[in-house]
């Protein structure tokens, strides 16, 4: 059974830094893409970022472009989202997401950025 | 504004059958395959169909696929009164080189 449990959420300030994570289990994790999806409250998902299964190839929304880090250690089945300057408008459940169809995601994790 | 256009709510009486649409564009829905998610109250999205009409394991034949041109359509019928959630259709966009998902589409099965 494919397994995507995320972690790291909760709340920050405006400015601040937040690392997210992602174990999987139950797949062959190093040869899936994996993508960080997030929804924020009462809003429909958005595309955060995507790294292929070798690292090689990494893609990011232009709202995150220059803050955010996606990276993975195929040795650990991890993802993980580094966030920087974070802003209000990144509050949202961060949802971990395995596949090129998007196929299987996580329960989420919250984030949430105010003072 | 999405880059993929849903209409925002559909209804129909349970035992009927519904369609959503999923408007794109020549940059994704034309040349890639396109992905519709269910999300019920509370949870993550979960896969319906991949690849314009593929359902994956454990999805009910009830729940189908197509797709021409720049727009695809995902159609349900039987409705249950289960079935209320938002539904949303997604793809990759060639030109953006990201992951786009439609607004969604609030079903009301009345």
């Known amino acids: 059974e494919v397994q995507l449990v995320e972690s790291g959420g909760g709340l920050v300030k405006p400015g601040e830094s937040q690392r997210l994570s992602c174990a999987a289990s139950g797949f062959t994790f190093n040869t899936y893409t994996m993508t960080w999806v997030r929804q924020a409250p009462g809003k429909g998902p958005e595309y955060v970022s995507s790294?292929?299964?070798?690292?090689?190839?990494?893609h990011y929304a232009e709202s995150v472009k220059g803050r955010f880090t996606i990276s993975r250690d195929n040795a650990r089945n991890s993802l993980y989202l580094q966030m920087n300057s974070l802003t209000p408008e990144d509050t949202a459940v961060y949802y971990c997401?395995?596949?090129?169809?998007?196929?299987?995601w996580g329960q989420g994790t919250l984030v949430t950025v105010s003072s | 504004q999405s880059v993929l256009t849903q209409p925002p709510s559909v209804s129909a009486a349970p035992g009927q059958k519904v369609t959503i649409s999923c408007s794109g564009s020549?940059?994704?829905?034309?040349?890639?395959?396109v992905s519709w998610y269910q999300q019920l109250p509370g949870t993550a999205p979960k896969l319906l169909i991949y690849d314009n009409n593929k359902r994956p394991s454990g999805i009910p034949d009830r729940f189908s696929g197509s797709k021409s041109g720049t727009s695809a359509t995902l159609g349900i019928t039987g409705l249950q009164t289960g079935d209320e959630a938002d539904y949303y259709c997604?793809?990759?966009?060639?030109?953006?080189?990201?992951?786009?998902f439609g607004g969604g589409t609030k079903l009301t099965v009345l």
């Open positions: 790294i292929s299964s070798s690292s090689n190839a990494v």
């Open positions: 020549s940059s994704n829905i034309a040349k890639t395959s």
């Open positions: 997401v395995r596949g090129d169809w998007r196929e299987d």
């Open positions: 997604g793809t990759w966009d060639v030109s953006l080189s990201v992951w786009v």
